[in-house]
Each structure stands twice: as structure tokens, then as C-alpha cells.
């Protein structure tokens, strides 16, 4: 299982802007690859990669993706986002099994679920949603896919309190399990990327059983 030292990053403030946190994460030493391609037929490889840190009150990450296929459509929240271009966090903060999907596309636009496994889950109060605070260097949709590369970035700080399930006040010397995942089931071309490997006959990103493990410094 993969894991990664979180770095908590100092801010002058408790909630700093977006674009600090942003030039924050792109500084950081190492970025990690959501690389794996767990299942056959499905080949297609954008060039996907995260930074991830925290601060006081927040969970901070940065994605960067380059790829053939650009589809952003989706803009209400808790929209079928994973039909779009699309970077995913899955996490499960505490040891009772339920665990959370970030998803979210080129415009920014997040679904948010929780629940124990892929049958059951709940969509997040759009309220709840709304906490977390999003910048993309894509500003307006793309309904039809186009076939050119293209590179793109998600800034995204997810408060503590945006885990509705759980009462988290401070991250740091604690390990939770996580993956991040990219895919994009309407694109022409599939694919379905982890950072930690998956294990199973057929996709599924809903399998807590293969999140590796992040430690908050």
C-alpha cells in the first residue's frame, strides 16, 4: 500500500486565499502520480499527478492533469461529475468503515457522498458542499469532448468541517486511508486511474479494502 507524508503547511491565517494555498502546493517537493491502470480495455493514460498538504483547519490538495480529452459539463452540485473530466479523493478519517468521495471536474463543480460502500451512499447537503473551496484554471464548460491535449488544475481546501460524519479538530501525527483516482466515463476514450492500486475484476473505485495510508505531520 502506498502511503505519504502530509506536510502541514503555516498560513497567517486560519483560512488563507486560494491562490497562496495554490502557489503553496505547487512548491512542494514532491507531487504524486495517479498512475495505475487497474483493468484491462481501459488503457487510455492522462498524465495526472496531486500535491497534497494541510494547515490548521483544512485538508489542501492541487491536481495536475494533461490529457487528450477535455469534457466539463456538470455545473450544480452533486451532479454525475465523473461523466466529465474528472479528479476524485476518496478518504475514510476514523476506523468504523464509513468514508468519503470528493469528485470533482474541470469547472470545479463537486459531488460529495458518505456512506459505509458503494450500495447506501449519501449525497451531502449542498450547504455541506459549499464549504469547500475550489479554484480551476478552467472557467467555463465544454460539452462536447475535444480532441487536443490539454492541461489543467484543481485547487481544492477541504475544511475539517466539512466531514459531516465525523468531529475531526486537528489532523497532525494521525494516519488515515485514502485513494485519488481520475476518470471520465462519457470521454471517448475511458479510463479509470488510481494512485494506489486496485484490485479488483472490473472498475470500481468504491473499495476502501485498497486505500493507502496518508500521515499528517
Given at each position: 500500500?502506498?502511503?505519504?507524508?502530509?506536510q502541514r503547511l503555516e498560513f497567517s491565517t486560519v483560512y488563507?486565499?486560494?491562490d497562496e494555498i495554490s502557489e503553496r502546493l505547487d512548491d512542494?517537493?514532491?507531487k504524486f502520480l495517479i498512475g495505475e491502470i487497474n483493468w484491462n480495455g481501459s488503457d487510455h493514460k492522462p498524465r495526472v499527478s496531486f500535491s497534497i498538504a494541510s494547515s490548521?483547519?483544512?485538508?489542501?490538495?492541487k491536481y495536475y492533469v494533461t490529457e487528450k480529452w477535455l469534457r466539463a459539463v456538470n455545473t450544480e452540485t452533486n451532479q454525475e461529475v465523473y461523466e466529465d473530466s474528472c479528479v476524485e479523493f476518496f478518504v475514510s478519517p476514523a476506523d468504523e468503515g464509513i468514508y468519503y468521495n470528493f469528485e470533482f471536474n474541470p469547472l470545479g463543480t463537486c459531488l460529495m457522498g458518505f456512506g459505509h460502500r458503494r450500495e447506501g451512499r449519501k449525497r451531502a447537503d449542498p450547504a455541506t458542499v459549499a464549504l469547500i473551496r475550489r479554484r480551476s484554471s478552467v472557467y467555463r464548460n465544454c460539452k462536447e469532448p475535444k480532441d487536443e491535449e490539454f492541461f489543467w488544475t484543481l485547487t481544492a481546501a477541504l475544511p475539517f468541517t466539512v466531514f459531516c460524519e465525523h468531529e475531526i479538530t486537528e489532523l497532525s501525527g494521525k494516519s488515515i486511508r485514502a485513494n485519488f483516482y481520475k476518470c471520465g466515463d462519457r470521454l471517448p476514450?475511458?479510463?479509470y486511474l488510481?494512485?494506489?492500486?486496485?484490485?479488483?475484476?472490473k472498475p470500481d473505485f468504491h473499495r476502501?479494502?485498497?486505500f493507502g495510508t496518508l500521515r499528517f505531520l
Open positions: 500500500m502506498n502511503t505519504i507524508i502530509v488563507p486565499g486560494l512542494l517537493n514532491e490548521a483547519k483544512e485538508i489542501l490538495l476514450e475511458t479510463h488510481s494512485w494506489n492500486p486496485i484490485q479488483t475484476p476502501p479494502e485498497y
